[in-house]
């Protein structure tokens, strides 16, 4: 573990990449941020996830419950990667990921974040209280 010191002491943000396991994170990544709490102090964190039909969110819904504590910021959006190990069994070039794990905002459309510009999908419109804002 002291092996991680140099490098996140010289970092400027992070972006955590993580499975869900059980329904939330691995230990180990618990153990990295335990280890070196003040190396979080005043940086922005963001997450990769990937997982199963929830893609990792619930990991990623208790780390973000985690970060505020040691100070650090983390980034609203997220990117998931549901059913991996689906789509890394396919033949021939990955067509990508399809999810952007948002906290919701995406209103269960799915989102290509992957492949040529013409097969991507255009983000959903915006929501302003009760009601759609017109994109």
């Not at 985690?66 to 190990?85: A, E, K, M, Q």
């Not at 399809?98 to 510009?117: A, S």
């Amino acid at each position: 573990m002291t092996d991680l010191a140099p490098w996140l002491d010289r970092a400027d943000a992070f972006v955590i990449v993580t499975p869900e396991y059980n329904h939330t994170f691995p230990a180990s990544l618990k153990n990295a941020i335990d280890w070196y709490v003040d190396a979080w102090k005043a940086k922005p964190v963001a997450f990769f996830s990937y997982g199963g039909m929830a893609g990792g969110l619930r990991a990623v819904a208790d780390l973000r419950g985690i970060f505020p504590g040691l100070h650090s910021v983390t980034v609203r959006d997220s990117v998931c990667f549901p059913n991996y190990t689906g789509a890394l069994r396919r033949r021939g070039p990955a067509r990508g990921p399809r999810g952007l794990c948002n906290g919701g905002q995406d209103h269960g459309r799915p989102t290509r974040l992957v492949g040529p510009r013409s097969e991507r999908r255009p983000r959903p419109a915006a929501v302003s209280g009760l009601g759609r804002v017109r994109s």
